[in-house]
């Protein structure tokens, strides 16, 4: 199988706090992981993709500055939301793939973030 | 005119019942087709996943693409009260960029 875990599965905070969001691949080796984000009722938004060893791709409209990627390793993929707010409350999905064209995304369990 | 489009559903059927499920698309270029399931609260789970047109069948599940009319089906045999969940069809070209186009999800309810 190809399993990706994501932690914490949901975080409470005051407006203002960052908040960090791990996403992992759990038996394999992933170059390539996305970051997604959710609204109630619709689909997933791409945020971001990220590459192991450099920066992370951001799409338009995704702050860079806000939602910091890191993918500091082959397993390992971090989101940290910035100093969030109210509107940053949402469900954060990672996904990840092996390496090679054919290879599907493999979706973590996502990470409900509700900021006070 | 959105790349990928969905009918959102809600779609009730009884248990047993054969689903049929769809997706349109509108860019020629796309190669790999997926369909995910997402329970509520919870991240996609890949069911099917195909390159180019043809039939893929695994278990109660079969996925087509039809790539000449840019049309995908997933079909789920014999339907169970756990099948209810989003059902969500994501599609992407053969490129680098790995970067999926998601439909936006027909959500599924199995009468037991």
């Known amino acids: 199988g190809a399993v990706v875990s994501q932690h914490p599965s949901r975080v409470i905070c005051k407006s203002g706090t960052s908040v960090k969001i791990e996403c992992r691949s759990l038996?394999?080796?992933?170059?390539?992981m996305f970051w997604y984000r959710q609204f109630p009722k619709q689909s997933l938004m791409l945020m971001a993709t990220?590459?192991?060893?450099?920066?992370?791709?951001?799409e338009q409209g995704v702050e860079k500055d806000k939602f910091l990627i890191n993918h500091a390793s082959l397993t390992l993929s971090t989101l940290t939301v910035t100093s969030a707010h109210p509107e940053d409350s949402s469900f954060y999905i990672c996904?990840?793939?092996?390496?090679?064209?054919?290879?599907?995304?493999?979706f973590g369990d996502g990470t409900r973030l509700s900021i006070l | 005119q959105k790349e990928v489009e969905q009918d959102p559903g809600p779609l009730s059927v009884p248990e047993g019942a054969i689903v049929s499920l769809n997706c349109t698309y509108s860019?020629?270029?796309?190669?790999?087709f997926m369909w995910y399931r997402q329970y509520s609260r919870k991240g996609p789970e890949l069911l099917m996943y195909?390159?180019?047109?043809g039939n893929k069948e695994d278990g109660r599940f079969t996925a087509q693409v039809d790539k000449s009319s840019k049309y995908i089906s997933l079909f789920i045999r014999d339907s169970q009260p756990s099948d209810s969940a989003t059902y969500l069809c994501?599609?992407?070209?053969?490129?680098?960029?790995?970067?999926?186009?998601f439909g936006s999800g027909t959500r599924l309810l199995v009468r037991p």
């Open positions: 860019n020629s270029a796309f190669q790999y």
């Open positions: 990220s590459n192991e060893g450099s920066k992370a791709t951001y």
């Open positions: 038996d394999f080796q992933a170059t390539t």
């Open positions: 996904s990840a793939s092996r390496q090679g064209n054919n290879q599907p995304q493999h």
């Open positions: 195909t390159y180019s047109s």
């Open positions: 994501a599609m992407r070209q053969m490129d680098s960029s790995y970067k999926l186009i």
